[in-house]
């Protein structure tokens, strides 16, 4: 590097990535209160949220390497039971939401085109979904739903797995 802060001549350019996010947008969100108002006057403690995420690839173009990564993410909430071990109340509401990203692979080997696909681009528009889920459930009227950090890792291999036939091993993410 040159005092200037540019590289030296002779210093190699660092490789280009193989993903470029092109845009990312909001594909589907949907924020249901079933019992409406009923609900607020009702709830003696908090809900019970149960979150289901899953991920999609397909190709925006065939023979072109350019994807839609799709990012789902449903949250439901449940009244607490009335006793202990006894069954959950009404429904307090559901959020669905799906989060999307249009990329381009570039001079990617095709065995990591699944991995980078199906884990890289989740990771990486992951924070925004989980900011848009929060928003949505805070200003649904209900403090908002906050999402830890998803080991998309282990939920690819989870997939793989049950597309093999192997029973599912993989613990809480």
């Given at each position: 590097?040159?005092?200037?802060?540019?590289?030296?001549?002779?210093?190699?350019?660092?490789?280009?990535?193989?993903?470029?996010?092109?845009?990312?947008?909001?594909?589907?969100?949907?924020?249901?209160?079933?019992?409406?108002?009923?609900?607020?006057?009702?709830?003696?403690?908090?809900?019970?949220?149960?979150?289901?995420?899953?991920?999609?690839?397909?190709?925006?173009?065939?023979?072109?390497p350019v994807?839609?990564?799709?990012?789902?993410?449903?949250?439901?909430?449940d009244e607490?039971?009335?006793?202990?071990g006894?069954?959950?109340?009404?429904?307090v509401?559901?959020?669905?939401?799906?989060?999307?990203?249009?990329?381009?692979?570039?001079?990617?080997?095709?065995?990591?085109?699944?991995?980078?696909?199906?884990?890289?681009?989740?990771?990486?528009?992951?924070?925004?979904?989980?900011?848009?889920?929060?928003?949505?459930?805070?200003?649904?009227?209900?403090?908002?739903?906050?999402l830890?950090?998803?080991?998309?890792?282990?939920?690819?291999?989870?997939?793989?797995?049950?597309?093999?036939?192997?029973?599912?091993?993989?613990?809480?993410?």
């Amino acid at each position: 590097m040159s005092a200037s802060g540019t590289p030296a001549p002779d210093t190699p350019a660092p490789p280009a990535l193989p993903l470029m996010i092109n845009l990312q947008y909001t594909k589907d969100l949907s924020f249901e209160v079933p019992a409406g108002a009923a609900i607020f006057p009702t709830l003696t403690a908090p809900p019970q949220i149960s979150v289901n995420i899953d991920v999609q690839a397909t190709p925006v173009q065939e023979g072109q390497p350019v994807f839609e990564v799709a990012l789902t993410i449903r949250a439901e909430a449940d009244e607490a039971p009335q006793s202990e071990g006894g069954p959950a109340g009404r429904k307090v509401f559901i959020a669905e939401l799906t989060y999307a990203a249009v990329v381009t692979l570039t001079g990617t080997q095709t065995e990591l085109v699944e991995p980078l696909l199906l884990i890289e681009v989740p990771r990486l528009i992951f924070p925004y979904a989980r900011n848009i889920l929060g928003d949505v459930t805070r200003d649904g009227g209900f403090p908002p739903v906050v999402l830890q950090p998803i080991d998309f890792v282990a939920l690819w291999q989870a997939r793989r797995s049950q597309e093999a036939g192997f029973p599912q091993t993989v613990g809480n993410a």
